[in-house]
C-alpha cells in the first residue's frame, strides 16, 4: 500500500498549446479511495493515465509512496488497471485471464493458482473460473477484470470508468461491490468517472477537473455543501444546483418578485468586492413549494413516484427567462401551466462572484 502525490503534473499533448492536465497538484492518501471526476476533455483521464505511466508526464513530478515514478516505465510501478472495456483475452478462461500478468512476471504456478482462487472468492466468481469471458454477462466479466487487479496485490488500483458499459441497474449494483472490496482490502484507489453520482456515492473525496485545472477536492458532502466555485456548484448534485443571476436587494437578493435573505458573510464579501449582482445558487430539493417568497410559471412536469421535479422561468437580474427546478413531493405535484410559489429552505443557498465564479461568504 501506499499514498499518490501528484506535484505540478502537467500533459500537453503533441501539437497543442494547451495542457490537457494543467499543474496538478494532488495527495492522495495510503488507502483513501479518490475519484476523479468532471465533464468530458476536463484531463481526467489524462491524470489517471499519467499516474500509471501511460502518458508523459511534462513537467512537474509524481510519486508513489516515497518514490518518484515520473520516468518509471508502466510495468515497474505496482500498480494494476481496471479499463472501461475489460480488456480480457476471449481465448482464456476466467482463471487464465485472471493469473496472465503473473504468469509472465514468473510466478509458481501453485501461487498463481492459490492467488486467483482467493481472488474469486472475494469477487464470487469461483463456478466460472473455467469459463471464458464470451459465456460471461457484463458484470462478471468487469469482475475478472478486477480479479485480474487483485492478484498481483498492487500498491495502487487505477480504474478508467469500468461501468460506463454496464445497464443502470447493473451499475448500481456492481459501484457498491467496487466501494465494498476497496474498503475490505485497503489499496489506495484512484477511480475516473464522468457520472457525479458516481464519484459522490463511491469516494472518500472527490476531485473535481475542468479543463485541465483542479477545481477542488473534497469530502462528498463539503463538495454538496460547500462549493469552492460556480462549476462545482453546478456540477455536483443530480438535478444540479439553480444558478441564477441575482440583484443584492437589501438584506438579500431579489429573485422575480420576490426577495430571498443572504447571510451577514455573504453580504459584507459581495460589498467588499463592490458587487451589485451574484450569482445566487439554491438546489432543486432545497426549494419548497409556498405561499411565499418568489413566484414561477410551471412549464413541465415529471412524475417519479416518491418525488416530482418541476420546471418553470424566474426572471434573472438582466430580466431574462432562466429556467430552474424543483423537487417537490411526488403525491402533490403542481400541474403544468400553474402559477406557484416558492421558498428556498433557510440556511441552504449559496453566492459566488459572476465574473470569478468564486464563492462568497465562509
Avoid: W
Avoid at 469471458?133 to 458484470?139: E, H, Q, T, Y
Amino acid at each position: 500500500m501506499a499514498s499518490v502525490s501528484f506535484k505540478a503534473a502537467t500533459r500537453i499533448y503533441p501539437g497543442s498549446t494547451t495542457p490537457a492536465v494543467n499543474s496538478l497538484d494532488l495527495e492522495i492518501a495510503d488507502g483513501e479511495f479518490l475519484v476523479l471526476v468532471g465533464p468530458s476533455g476536463c484531463g481526467k483521464s489524462t491524470s489517471l493515465r499519467m499516474l500509471a505511466g501511460l502518458e508523459e508526464v511534462n513537467e512537474g513530478a509524481i510519486f508513489i509512496g516515497d518514490r518518484d515514478v515520473t520516468d518509471v516505465a508502466p510495468k515497474d510501478r505496482d500498480i494494476a488497471m481496471v479499463f472501461q472495456n475489460y480488456a480480457l483475452y476471449p481465448h482464456m478462461s476466467v482463471a487464465e485471464n485472471m493469473g496472465f500478468a503473473l504468469k509472465i512476471a514468473g510466478v509458481d504456478k501453485a501461487e498463481i493458482a492459490q492467488r486467483v482462487q482467493e481472488a474469486a472468492k472475494i469477487l464470487d466468481l469461483e463456478p466460472y473460473l473455467s469459463r471464458k469471458p464470451k459465456a460471461l454477462s457484463g458484470g462478471q466479466r468487469q469482475r475478472v477484470a478486477m480479479g485480474r487487479a487483485i492478484v498481483r496485490n498492487p500498491q495502487v488500483f487505477l480504474m478508467d470508468e469500468p461501468l460506463s458499459n454496464l445497464d443502470a441497474k447493473l451499475r448500481v449494483q456492481t459501484r457498491t461491490q467496487i466501494a465494498a472490496l476497496q474498503q475490505r482490502l485497503g489499496v489506495t484507489t484512484v477511480y475516473v468517472t464522468h457520472d457525479q453520482t458516481e464519484a459522490m456515492t463511491m469516494g472518500d473525496r472527490v476531485a473535481v477537473l475542468k479543463d485541465g485545472f483542479l477545481q477542488q477536492c473534497a469530502t462528498p458532502q463539503e463538495l454538496y455543501d460547500r462549493p469552492i466555485n460556480a462549476f462545482v456548484a453546478g456540477f455536483i448534485g443530480s438535478p444540479a444546483m439553480n444558478l441564477v443571476e441575482a440583484r443584492i436587494d437589501g438584506d438579500g437578493v431579489k429573485i422575480g418578485d420576490g426577495h430571498v435573505k443572504l447571510s451577514d458573510d455573504v453580504l459584507s464579501d459581495a460589498r467588499s468586492q463592490g458587487l451589485e449582482t451574484i450569482t445566487f445558487g439554491f438546489r432543486p430539493e432545497d426549494t419548497e413549494v409556498s405561499g411565499e417568497g418568489f413566484s414561477m410559471h410551471v412549464n413541465i412536469v415529471e412524475s417519479l413516484g416518491a418525488d416530482g421535479y418541476v420546471y418553470g422561468d424566474v426572471p434573472d437580474a438582466s430580466g431574462n427567462a432562466h429556467q430552474i427546478t424543483v423537487r417537490t413531493d411526488g403525491r402533490n405535484i403542481p400541474r403544468r401551466g400553474e402559477n406557484i410559489r416558492l421558498q428556498v429552505t433557510g440556511g441552504h443557498t449559496h453566492a459566488f462572484n459572476p465574473a470569478t465564479g468564486l464563492r462568497l461568504g465562509n
